[in-house]
């Protein structure tokens, strides 16, 4: 069994500079059959440039919801939601798509790459859109990057769960975005793979510079970022700052 993280009550660090996100008592409620359904219920917390946030917390506490909004995927029904720079409240679905190809990278479970495509043509989908010009050069650079220089013309099905989660962090860090979502991006692999990805996940994290928000089930993992969230019933419980630590020797 995991340690408990050695948590000490948070604080919000003196600084001059807007908090990369925002979240002002937002409100999730989804409608489902037996009627409404409350998801995620006064959510505030600021988050600052670069900063490492682990959210934790049980199955159907809302944290994959969370991300959601911060991403635009789902729209707040209450509060306010601010993220780079951008009031999701005046985005229509235009402006958020182009915030996330602008400002965002996420990465999931499910590695959510295209099977039709090569890994180097996965990479190269956001920059594509974004209009750049070297997007198949910029791609092979991320691709080698993490370890897959060989492996450009390779489809998903040719590729082992591990290939594949590479494959999706050099999408999300292709773009240099300002923020990273992961969402349990372990879940599907085995330790020693999720250890070597998680690695690479936060060395790259240093190299960029990128803010990070990881939701995970994994303690040890959590307590590699520098501020964990807990989450119950759609709430805050605690939001508190730790020593982040090493990854754990093999």
Do not use: W
């Amino acid at each position: 069994m995991p340690a408990p993280l050695d948590l000490v009550q948070s604080s919000a660090p003196h600084s001059h500079e807007a908090p990369i996100i925002r979240l002002a008592a937002v409100d999730l409620t989804l409608t489902a059959l037996a009627g409404p359904v409350e998801i995620l219920r006064g959510l505030s917390i600021e988050v600052a440039r670069g900063e490492t946030l682990s959210v934790v917390g049980p199955s159907g506490s809302g944290k994959s919801s969370m991300l959601m909004v911060i991403a635009g995927l789902e729209r707040a029904t209450g509060g306010c939601v601010v993220v780079a720079g951008r009031d999701f409240a005046v985005l229509d679905e235009d402006g958020l798509a182009r915030f996330r190809r602008d400002s965002l990278g996420m990465v999931f479970q499910d590695f959510h790459l295209i099977p039709t495509m090569t890994a180097q043509e996965n990479v190269a989908i956001p920059l594509e859109l974004a209009g750049r010009a070297d997007a198949f050069a910029r791609a092979a650079d991320c691709l080698a990057t993490v370890g897959l220089g060989e492996r450009l013309r390779h489809y998903p099905g040719q590729l082992s769960g591990g290939e594949q989660q590479r494959v999706a962090l050099a999408r999300a860090f292709a773009p240099d975005p300002d923020l990273l979502l992961a969402d349990e991006p372990t879940g599907n692999l085995d330790g020693d793979t999720g250890r070597q990805v998680m690695d690479l996940l936060f060395d790259l994290h240093a190299q960029h510079g990128t803010t990070l928000i990881l939701v995970t089930h994994d303690l040890d993992l959590a307590r590699r970022c520098a501020r964990t969230l807990k989450l119950r019933d759609g709430r805050i419980v605690s939001d508190a700052r730790h020593a982040a630590v090493a990854a754990p020797a093999p």
